[in-house]
């Protein structure tokens, strides 16, 4: 089986590439998703958060994710030892699902896929690509935050240059070249 990892900027349209290779057959493991789903889940995570922050991390509906962020904001240290308490889980989340995969390929789509080492658990890596103002204008539509907001995340990031230059295959989603035949033969490709 072939692991595709999925990754590109705010608004770049992993999550649509994401479901187009859904719709072609390709099982995909959505990491953020996933992510949220492990620290309100994950003994683990719950156990370590515990320990790096006290109990008051976790409420009785879960994460209290405002805490934490006010732990991890402006604190590179904290978020570096929240990343190594939820990374290693998430991937070990991610091979188990792995194994229950029939198709010949799968993918796991991750904002984060070098930054976190998702991208050493995968066989090839593919970059959505969008230009900056683009994605802007998409984040914007989408999400209740401001430009300034909008942004600050993108300037958190890894740079698209950096990320595409890292990526095996690249994806154009900026409102000029249709994805529908850049899945396809991105498919193809990894099939032959």
């Given at each position: 089986m072939i692991k595709i990892g999925i990754t590109g900027g705010i608004g770049s349209g992993k999550s649509v590439v994401a479901s187009l290779l859904t719709l072609s057959g390709v099982p995909v493991?959505?990491?953020d998703k996933e992510s949220k789903w492990l620290t309100n889940n994950s003994?683990?995570?719950r156990e370590k958060l515990t320990a790096l922050f006290g109990p008051a991390i976790y409420t009785s509906e879960g994460l209290d994710k405002k805490l934490l962020?006010?732990?991890i904001f402006n604190n590179p240290e904290q978020l570096q030892q929240v990343n190594r308490i939820i990374h290693p889980e998430v991937n070990r989340h991610f091979s188990a699902w792995v194994k229950r995969q029939t198709s010949p390929l799968c993918a796991i789509e991750s904002a984060i896929l070098f930054e976190s080492g998702f991208y050493k658990t995968v066989d090839t890596s593919l970059?959505?690509?969008a230009p900056k103002e683009l994605r802007i204008k998409r984040a914007l539509e989408r999400?209740?935050?401001s430009r300034e907001e909008i942004e600050?995340?993108?300037n958190s990031q890894m740079s698209d240059e950096e990320?595409?230059?890292r990526s095996d295959h690249v994806i154009y989603n900026d409102n000029r070249q249709a994805l529908i035949p850049q899945v396809g033969q991105l498919i193809e490709c990894l099939l032959s």
């Open positions: 493991y959505i990491a003994p683990v995570i962020a006010s732990h970059m959505v690509y999400d209740s935050a600050r995340r993108i990320k595409k230059d």
